[in-house]
């Protein structure tokens, strides 16, 4: 069965300073990763998907197969960044389902 | 850009009552869904449905729950006989018949069970 783990419930860092949103998953089969954004309880928007390997927002996650992880980075936080991250892998077959972690809050400090 | 629009955006319902959310996916998106977000908990798989069918169901869709297309443009849950647990924010999501591509989600629908 797949799983994905974010271990961080909560991270706290200043305007300007880096970000690392950690993610790690679980899967037998090739993953697709995704970050998603979910800003003040709206709607779940896609931030990243690692298969077209692009930055959005300044943000960047590589796919790390070997430590089966796929951390969200960017080198300097803004205020507007502050939201719920979800990592999220795609399984294959049925219907694609996505597998979500339980999040991280991000909270940009000035 | 396209978007998934959910109704109502907030339901309140008595226990035991039947409950129906409504979602309209984009236009040309093939596969839908339905996840579950229980106050300060993770999103939670539903159901996936393609091609007028359950392509596949979590152990959470019991026979309480059902899904329907019933016009090519809404998609549907229903809940039979609601329960106080079945409080949540509840999801719709589509996609394209792309592999690759991401999930466009609604703004979703907050259930609360009394």
């Known amino acids: 069965a797949q799983r994905v783990t974010q271990p961080e419930k909560l991270l706290s860092v200043f305007k300007g300073a880096p970000v690392e949103l950690k993610c790690n998953y679980s899967?037998?089969?090739?993953?697709?990763l995704f970050w998603y954004v979910q800003y003040s309880r709206q709607r779940l928007q896609l931030l990243l998907r690692h298969i077209s390997r692009e930055s959005i927002k300044g943000f960047t996650a590589d796919l790390n197969k070997g430590e089966t992880s796929f951390h969200l980075k960017k080198p300097f936080a803004q205020e507007e960044d502050s939201a719920m991250y979800y990592c999220a892998l795609r399984s294959g077959g049925g219907g694609n389902k996505l597998t979500f972690g339980t999040g991280t809050q991000l909270k940009v400090e000035l | 850009e396209p978007e998934v629009t959910q109704t109502p955006s907030h339901q309140v319902t008595q226990m035991g009552q039947e409950v129906i959310l409504r979602c309209v996916p984009i236009?040309?998106?093939?596969?839908f869904y339905w996840y579950r977000q229980i106050l300060g908990q993770k999103v939670e798989f539903l159901v996936s449905f393609y091609n007028n069918e359950i392509s596949e169901k979590s152990e959470i869709f019991d026979d309480q729950f059902s899904v329907e297309r019933p016009d090519g443009s809404n998609f549907t849950l229903k809940i039979r006989s609601t329960k106080l647990e079945d409080s949540a924010m509840y999801f719709c999501?589509?996609?394209?018949?792309?592999?690759?591509?991401?999930?466009?989600f609604g703004s979703g629908t907050r259930l609360t069970v009394v």
């Open positions: 999501a589509s996609r394209t018949g792309t592999a690759n591509i991401g999930y466009t």
């Open positions: 899967y037998s089969g090739s993953p697709e």
């Open positions: 236009s040309n998106h093939l596969y």
